[in-house]
T-cell receptor, first 116, second 115 residues
Framework: AQSVAQPEDQVNVAEGNPLTVKCTYS??????LFWYVQYPNRGLQFLLK??????LVKGSYGFEAEFNKSQTSFHLKKPSALVSDSALYFC??????????????FGSGTQLTVLP | ETGVTQTPRHLVMGMTNKKSLKCEQH?????MYWYKQSAKKPLELMFV???????ENNSVPSRFSPECPNSSHLFLHLHTLQPEDSALYLC??????????????FGPGTRLTVL
């Protein structure tokens, strides 16, 4: 079984400050990990993924995420937040042995608000 | 058209109606998905159509019926829905790769309201 937890429903940060959106996961094997962003009235948009290799993954719009196997975490970060980063962020996981349908399991989402 | 498109974008229906949601992907992908998104809940995977199989979430009621006539089109047929079925229904597609690291492309969703 695979699962994802996003412990914060809401994160507020001032523009220009660093931001972190937290994600922890549980899989029986090794994970594929993803971050998606959803703007109002839109579908989810892929930001970045961890497959293998470097634990620090860089993605779109200046976002990055750090894979920590010992803490089973994949926190999303950005050094300097923009008001336009305000959106709903989803973490997702797939166990590498998840079968032919390759189903993703999503967290419940974290609403990020960047204050001007 | 590019990416993943969904029609209609908004749908209001009564509990006795029958309607269908349509999804089309213009990416040449070989897998398509239906998700249900309710406020403050994780996305719920409803159905997957991939190269070799259809997978369904056993908790999805039979009043939702998917159809995938080809690799580019996906439908979700709705009948005798309940008010708790009101949600955003998202379609996604992906291209399976050997590494398993593919990501899913999402459409904008259909906002469904059941009265």
């Amino acid at each position: 079984a695979q699962s994802v937890a996003q412990p914060e429903d809401q994160v507020n940060v001032a523009e220009g400050n660093p931001l972190t959106v937290k994600c922890t996961y549980s899989v029986s094997g090794n994970p594929y990990l993803f971050w998606y962003v959803q703007y109002p009235n839109r579908g989810l948009q892929f930001l970045l993924k961890y497959i293998t290799g470097d634990n620090l993954v860089k993605g779109s719009y200046g976002f990055e995420a750090e894979f920590n196997k010992s803490q089973t975490s994949f926190h999303l970060k950005k050094p300097s937040a923009l008001v336009s980063d305000s959106a709903l962020y989803f973490c997702a996981v797939r166990d590498r042995s998840s079968g032919s349908a390759r189903q993703l399991t999503f967290g419940s989402g974290t609403q990020l608000t960047v204050l001007p | 058209e590019t990416g993943v498109t969904q029609t209609p974008r908004h749908l209001v229906m009564g509990m006795t109606n029958k309607k269908s949601l349509k999804c089309e992907q213009h990416l040449g992908h070989n897998a398509m998905y239906w998700y249900k998104q309710s406020a403050k809940k994780p996305l719920e995977l409803m159905f997957v159509y991939s190269l070799e199989e259809r997978v369904e979430n056993n908790s999805v009621p039979s009043r939702f019926s998917p159809e995938c006539p080809n690799s580019s089109h996906l439908f979700l047929h709705l009948h005798t829905l309940q008010p708790e079925d009101s949600a955003l229904y998202l379609c996604a597609s992906s291209q399976f790769v050997a590494s398993g690291g593919e990501w899913q492309f999402f459409g904008p969703g259909t906002r469904l309201t059941v009265l």
